[in-house]
T-cell receptor
Framework: EAGVAQSPRYKIIEKRQSVAFWCNPISGHATLYWYQQILGQGPKLLIQFQNNGVVDDSQLPKDRFSAERLKGVDSTLKIQPAKLEDSAVYLC??????????????FGPGTRLTVT | RKEVEQDPGPFNVPEGATVAFNCTYSNSASQSFFWYRQDCRKEPKLLMSVYSSGNEDGRFTAQLNRASQYISLLIRDSKLSDSATYLCVVNHGATNKLIFGTGTLLAVQP
């Protein structure tokens, strides 16, 4: 079974530039998550989708971050404009529909973002 | 106060040693508990769920104390391949939202 796919794997940008990350979840997984993991910390949930609807975006810095999940499959996370403190690994995860949850979340390899 | 607190380590232990990690959580409404493992520069992967009755998977034993809001992971007969960061994870609510601790770094020495 194919895992969660993410691209790009690495990205270096200058502050104030914009950047976008892409995620393709495991086939059939209704729930998709974006996490930010800063060096030395655990992953922090940014946004959670169930199909193409947002379940939780309480920790998403909405002034600069946006995310969408068109057609309830792939998702993109965008940062515009980037700040130095956005340097982190951005992890995408997916899980089956959490009807009777919790279900295991499967993580992609992440995108390592460096903002200079 | 962080929702999930762990000793960041590092824990440096020799092969064959027994090592224990502890974790506390602040939200008494938390429903489910897990340990995830994260290798260097890799993604987190589920190691095991944690149940109130305690559960064991080979050399790994997890315990949950709801009254004290405390979770533990015991690794017996440590192997070099156990070297990784161990993340304590709490799930609360029906949305499957996971709250991660900062992780505890384990380095098993030959």
């Amino acid at each position: 079974e194919a895992g969660v796919a993410q691209s790009p794997r690495y990205k270096i940008i200058e502050k104030r530039q914009s950047v976008a990350f892409w995620c393709n979840p495991i086939s059939g997984h209704a729930t998709l998550y974006w996490y930010q993991q800063i060096l030395g910390q655990g992953p922090k949930l940014l946004i959670q989708f169930q199909n193409n609807g947002v379940v939780d975006d309480s920790q998403l810095p909405k002034d600069r971050f946006s995310a969408e999940r068109l057609k309830g499959v792939d998702s993109t996370l965008k940062i515009q404009p980037a700040k130095l403190e956005d340097s982190a690994v951005y992890l995408c995860a997916s899980s089956p529909l959490s009807r009777a949850g919790p279900y295991e979340q499967y993580f992609g390899p992440g995108t390592r973002l460096t903002v200079t | 106060r962080k929702e999930v607190e762990q000793d960041p380590g590092p824990f440096n232990v020799p092969e064959g040693a027994t090592v224990a990690f502890n974790c506390t959580y602040s939200n008494s409404a938390s429903q489910s508990f897990f340990w995830y493992r994260q290798d260097c520069r890799k993604e987190p992967k589920l190691l095991m769920s944690v149940y109130s009755s305690g559960n064991e998977d080979g050399r790994f034993t997890a315990q949950l104390n709801r009254a004290s809001q405390y979770i533990s992971l015991l690794i017996r007969d440590s192997k070099l391949s156990d070297s990784a960061t161990y993340l304590c994870v709490v799930n609360h609510g029906a949305t499957n939202k996971l709250i991660f601790g900062t992780g505890t770094l384990l380095a098993v020495q030959p």
